[in-house]
């Protein structure tokens, strides 16, 4: 098919990114038993930033090789008058990445909507309220239903069941609160945003998602890890927190942009028995070495391809792969 410049150009674009982007997702996919082994050994705030790295990195070193090296090339060295076909194999490619475009942003752009009316429901039918010592806006919904999460992304605020309130004595209640303000402090539903944004390698097949669950899991410890900073007491009184919320009822996830106290009950337990064992102590001690090297090693991988990317030869290189990825 003969096609006009620009429609080559975006068709190369999205192929580009797909063939990168799925040739890295599947190193990304060989090396999770790895990483989660490594993130198992260090703390849980090492843990959530390794595995959202190698969650991540495939996705932002695609983007770089489009936008730094397919673009320029094309744009610099492809003359605009040729009119050159583009190959099936070319096109199916590009239809296979702007499907796993299309398919992550309608996933992210839904996941905020709802969040945002849940938000929005909460402040119509709860009130507002005030704690002392407590700087982040609070919600209180009146019913049984169990709720205490972190909403929203930009601006997050606290929301709170009346059912919680009052079966949780004010040490627990504070400690709980601090595990949501952990998770503000970390961004963690922003985090979560992007983990939806980022596309799954081949549209459909969410090949990614064993690190999403552990980056889950150990967002949830290192909230725990912050908001009991090291005090026995604190830890025992953040477990009973979460027992007694677990009493109360399965927890409802109501919005995907939430960050429970308690998200899942087969969590429960490791949580619990986690603050019992060490008043969380033996978890910070562990060394963050392990993690810190795994991401300089990766670091430094990245530093070389840049430095790759950065020589003369290297955009007319890439332009004679693109001519061949084309036909
Ligand atoms: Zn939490």
Redesign the pocket.
């Known amino acids: 098919m003969n096609a006009p410049y620009l429609l080559r150009l975006l068709c190369l674009s999205f192929a580009s990114f797909f063939l990168v982007y799925l040739a890295l997702a599947l190193l990304s996919i060989a090396a999770t038993p790895a990483v989660i082994r490594v993130a198992k050994r260090t703390t849980p705030l090492a843990a959530t930033r390794l595995l959202l790295f190698a969650r991540l990195f495939p996705l932002g070193l695609s983007l770089l090789v489009v936008l730094g090296l397919c673009l320029p090339s094309y744009l610099l060295l492809e003359p605009e008058a040729s009119a050159e076909r583009v190959g099936l194999a070319c096109l199916l490619a590009a239809l296979a990445g702007a499907l796993a475009w299309a398919i992550s942003i309608v996933r992210a752009v839904r996941a905020s909507a709802r969040s945002l009316e849940y938000l929005r429901r909460c402040r119509g039918l709860g009130a507002d309220l005030r704690l002392a010592g407590e700087p982040l806006p609070l919600c209180l919904l009146e019913g049984e239903t169990p709720v205490l999460a972190l909403a929203g992304v930009v601006r997050p605020r606290i929301v709170l069941s009346r059912a919680v309130l009052r079966s949780l004595s004010a040490e627990q209640l504070e400690t709980a609160l601090s595990?949501e303000r952990a998770?503000s402090v970390s961004h963690d539903n922003l985090k979560r945003l992007l983990l939806l944004l980022a596309p799954d390698p081949i549209p459909f097949v969410h090949g990614l998602s064993a690190l999403d669950r552990q980056w889950a899991k150990y967002a949830?410890w290192a909230?725990d890890d912050r908001a009991v900073a090291g005090d026995t007491r604190r830890s025992l009184s953040l477990a009973s927190a979460l027992v007694r919320i677990a009493r109360l009822g399965s927890p409802a996830r109501i919005a995907p942009l939430m960050?429970?106290?308690l998200?899942a009950d087969d969590e429960l337990s490791a949580r619990v028995d986690r603050l019992l064992r060490s008043g969380s102590a033996g978890a910070s001690s562990r060394s963050p070495r392990r993690a810190a090297l795994a991401a300089a090693a990766m670091a430094a991988a990245f530093s070389l391809l840049l430095a790759v990317m950065l020589q003369p030869a290297t955009l007319s290189s890439v332009h004679h792969i693109l001519e061949h990825l084309i036909r």
């Open positions: 595990h998770h949830e909230a960050a429970s106290l998200a």
